[in-house]
């Protein structure tokens, strides 16, 4: 297994380099043409803590939703026929789920040509991220297509060119969109992939790495069908900072296995939750209930190290465990798939399309990993096994804090 734990930290440290927390933004875009002119409407969503990036010019920091309109206003603009369209209906906020951020607003396009389809260009995000990706739903007499939008690809004309005229996606269509969806989503998330390295770090043989990733599996792969239809609704921004605890919890008993000490590790880490609750108090104003689930966090890790300590069958505990936290990442799947504005009568296929994306992704990882210790496996000492194994769950458990913190406070 230490040999395992050697290509792993050859992997991390690589994909260090490139790998990302996972941005992306949505929106779906309807058009109705007339004989000299064309109403073009839209809606935008994104993350609340997306909109943390977008940089303000006065002393305080304005309210999130005011600022995605004002971003949205100045970097959003709309062309047909080679003519610049005028703002028809201002950018306003609408409703949105826990965790997001939503937009509307209309162009108005002065054309002699009512059959031209319009040009959007968007430099919403990509100035503050360069791997930030947007996703685009356009519909038009009862055509539906989808757009990608990315740092190099920021324009793009709508054209809907649906010979068989139909009102929306063939199964196959849904089917193969949504796997290349599912499949860019768990490789574009670092989040979730240093779950996965987490439990190989954890893992006390290939046996039972299999049973954990299985366990991760089914669990978000429930937690990911419950959510999409609308069976549980969970807090979005609790959900994305859970994800950050989960890898660290991980990473903690993976070095209390290896080193014997998880009775002690179970105190220290009570300790830190609290220190970091009352850190995070500090910061943000009204948290009381931030306060109360930090301290119910600790004392959640507290029972599960201590139980696991002293237990005679730790493999079936992390299995279970596992399978729980895989129940968190599943909504934080679904979170971006909701987002989609996939079309509701391909629902299965859509599921199953993406959910097997999810698991082709992760599974490209795995083999990468693999492959790459088939080549590796012979030029590294003992010693140095040791010290990478030790850097590769210093780097998770930090990524894991972040990311806990930084969600929380979004």
Not at 319 to 334: E, K, N
Request: aromatic share 12%; with cysteine.
């Amino acid at each position: 297994m230490q040999r395992l734990f050697f290509l792993f930290a050859l992997l991390l440290f690589t994909a260090n380099g490139l790998a990302h927390n996972r941005s992306e933004s949505f929106s779906e875009w309807s058009w109705n043409a007339k004989d000299t002119s064309t109403t073009v409407s839209f809606s935008f969503s994104v993350l609340q803590r997306e909109a943390t990036r977008i940089p303000y010019e006065s002393d305080s920091a304005p309210e999130l939703t005011a600022l995605l309109v004002e971003h949205l206003s100045q970097t959003l603009s709309i062309s047909l026929d080679n003519q610049s369209c005028s703002v028809a209906k201002p950018v306003t906020a609408l409703p949105s789920r826990e965790g997001f951020l939503r937009a509307e607003g209309s162009f108005s396009c002065q054309v002699a040509n009512s059959e031209a389809a319009p040009t959007i260009k968007l430099d919403s995000f990509f100035d503050l991220l360069a791997t930030h990706t947007h996703y685009a739903k356009a519909r038009h007499d009862g055509e539906v297509a989808e757009f990608l939008f990315t740092q190099s690809l920021r324009e793009q004309t709508f054209e809907l060119n649906n010979d068989s005229a139909e009102a929306s996606l063939s199964q196959w269509q849904a089917f193969s969109q949504y796997l290349w969806i599912g499949a860019e989503h768990i490789l574009g998330g670092i989040d979730h992939l240093a779950f996965v390295f987490a439990l190989i770090l954890l893992a006390a043989g290939w046996r039972e790495m299999a049973w954990l990733i299985t366990g991760f599996t089914l669990g978000h792969s429930i937690s990911l069908v419950l959510a999409v239809l609308q069976l549980a609704k969970p807090n979005g921004i609790m959900v994305e900072a859970l994800i950050g605890f989960t890898i660290v919890l991980v990473v903690v008993e993976a070095i209390g296995e290896r080193s014997d000490k998880l009775k002690l590790l179970a105190p220290g880490f009570v300790a830190a939750g609290i220190v970091m609750a009352f850190l995070l108090l500090l910061v943000k104003h009204d948290a009381g209930q931030l306060l109360v689930g930090s301290i119910g966090i600790a004392i959640f890790s507290y029972c599960y190290l201590r139980v696991v300590a002293v237990s005679e069958v730790r493999a079936r505990w992390r299995l279970l465990v596992t399978s729980v936290f895989g129940l968190i990442h599943g909504f934080g799947f679904a979170g971006g798939l909701l987002e989609t504005g996939f079309p509701a009568d391909q629902l299965a296929f859509v599921l199953l399309g993406f959910n097997l994306g999810v698991e082709l992704g992760q599974l490209l990882v795995l083999c990468l990993v693999l492959s790459g210790l088939y080549f590796a496996q012979q030029k590294a000492s003992d010693r140095f096994r040791v010290t990478a194994v030790n850097l590769v769950a210093a780097s998770l458990s930090g990524l894991g804090c972040f990311w806990f913190v930084s969600r929380l406070l979004s």
